[in-house]
């Protein structure tokens, strides 16, 4: 995040539930910009309140997350539903509640 506001390239590996460190590994290169939008449960946390000026929740009801992530992935894994669940609604309850957001955007 930084070297992005700094005018740097970053690069960093993403989140999976499969690596045995959380780390993905490969890797992903982003460019600097005047803008950088982030999107991700991950990018709302506090940590990033130095560098993050607006935050929006997109508020979806956890039936529908669900539906969108198995036909997205093609298939329903009930495997990685119950770790994701549970640490989705610890986000949304402890780390980042609904409060925590400047704008709420319901979507069905």
Not at 84 to 100: G, H, I, K, M
Request: with cysteine.
């Amino acid at each position: 995040m930084l070297p992005l506001i700094a005018g740097e390239s970053v690069q960093y590996h993403p989140f999976s539930f499969s690596a045995e460190n959380g780390l993905d590994s490969s890797s992903i290169t982003k460019k600097p910009s005047k803008v950088i939008i982030l999107d991700g449960i991950y990018s709302a946390l506090p940590e990033f309140s130095d560098v993050v000026d607006f935050k929006v929740l997109v508020d979806v009801l956890p039936e529908v997350r669900r539906y969108r992530h198995n036909v997205r992935e093609g298939h329903a894994d009930e495997a990685w539903h119950k770790q994701w669940d549970p640490a989705e609604d610890y986000y949304f309850s402890v780390l980042c509640p609904p409060a925590s957001f400047d704008l709420i955007v319901v979507n069905g």
